[in-house]
T-cell receptor, first 110, second 113 residues
Framework: DTAVSQTPKYLVTQMGNDKSIKCEQNLGHDTMYWYKQDSKKFLKIMFSYNNKELIINETVPNRFSPKSPDKAHLNLHINSLELGDSAVYFC?????????FGPGTRLTVL | KNQVEQSPQSLIILEGKNCTLQCNYTVSPFSNLRWYKQDTGRGPVSLTIMTFSENTKSNGRYTATLDADTKQSSLHITASQLSDSASYICVVSGFDGYNKLIFGAGTRLAVHP
C-alpha cells in the first residue's frame, strides 16, 4: 500500500549509458515531481507534471527527459549519463501544498 | 534571490533534551513554510505546514513557529528521542508563475543516548 514508489532503489552504471527511473503514486494526486538531492543534501526541483502535462521544467540538461504515461506515473529517462549525475533522485506527488515523497533512487555513475 | 538558510548545519544533543532549529528565508511572494524530517536513506516526510497568518503549529513533540515579518521560522523539538536523529529541512513556497518550492540545506540532528 506504498503511497509513492520508485524503482530501482539503487542504480549503478557507467558513464555514457542511458537509464530510466520509474515512479508511481496510488494517492490519486494530479501533480507529480522529480527532485535531485546532491551530496550536499540540497533538494532541487527538476520537473513537475500536472495531469500528464509538464508545468515546471527547471534548468536541467536536456539529457533528462520526464515522461508521464498517465497521472499516476512519472518516469525519468537520462541519456548519456555523466559523473555529475550521481545523486539521489526523489519522486513526489501532491495536492498542493502538501507533498509526499518516494523513498528515492540512488544513482551512481562510474 | 529566493533563498532559504538553515542553522545550525548540524547539532548533537543528548536524549531527553530540547533543541531549536532555525530557518531564515528571502522568498517573495510567500505562500507557506514547511518543515520536513528526512531519515537517512529515505524521502522527506512533512512535519508541519504554516501559511502567512499562522504563528505556530505543533505536531506531537515538534512545534514550528513563523514570523512572516522577519521571515524567520524555528522548529522546536521537545524531549528528544533517538528516533529524532535525522535531517530537518525547511521549505518555503513562493509563487513565480507557478507554486515554487525552495529548499534549505537542512540541519543534521544527532540524538545520543
Amino acid at each position: 500500500d506504498t503511497a509513492v514508489s520508485q524503482t530501482p532503489k539503487y542504480l549503478v552504471t557507467q558513464m555514457g549509458n542511458d537509464k530510466s527511473i520509474k515512479c508511481e503514486q496510488n494517492l490519486g494526486h494530479d501533480t507529480m515531481y522529480w527532485y535531485k538531492q546532491d551530496s550536499k543534501k540540497f533538494l532541487k526541483i527538476m520537473f513537475s507534471y500536472n495531469n500528464k502535462e509538464l508545468i515546471i521544467n527547471e534548468t536541467v540538461p536536456n539529457r533528462f527527459s520526464p515522461k508521464s504515461p498517465d497521472k499516476a506515473h512519472l518516469n525519468l529517462h537520462i541519456n548519456s549519463l555523466e559523473l555529475g549525475d550521481s545523486a539521489v533522485y526523489f519522486c513526489a506527488s501532491s495536492p498542493f501544498p502538501e507533498q509526499f515523497f518516494g523513498p528515492g533512487t540512488r544513482l551512481t555513475v562510474l | 534571490k529566493n533563498q532559504v538558510e538553515q542553522s545550525p548545519q548540524s547539532l548533537i544533543i543528548l536524549e531527553g533534551k530540547n533543541c531549536t532549529l532555525q530557518c531564515n528565508y528571502t522568498v517573495s511572494p510567500f505562500s507557506n513554510l514547511r518543515w520536513y524530517k528526512q531519515d537517512t536513506g529515505r524521502g522527506p516526510v512533512s512535519l508541519t505546514i504554516m501559511t502567512f497568518s499562522e504563528n505556530t503549529k505543533s505536531n506531537g513533540r515538534y512545534t514550528a513557529t513563523l514570523d512572516a515579518d522577519t521571515k524567520q521560522s524555528s522548529l522546536h523539538i521537545t524531549a528528544s528521542q533517538l528516533s529524532d536523529s535525522a535531517s530537518y529541512i525547511c521549505v518555503v513556497s513562493g509563487f513565480d508563475g507557478y507554486n515554487k518550492l525552495i529548499f534549505g540545506a537542512g540541519t543534521r540532528l544527532a540524538v545520543h543516548p
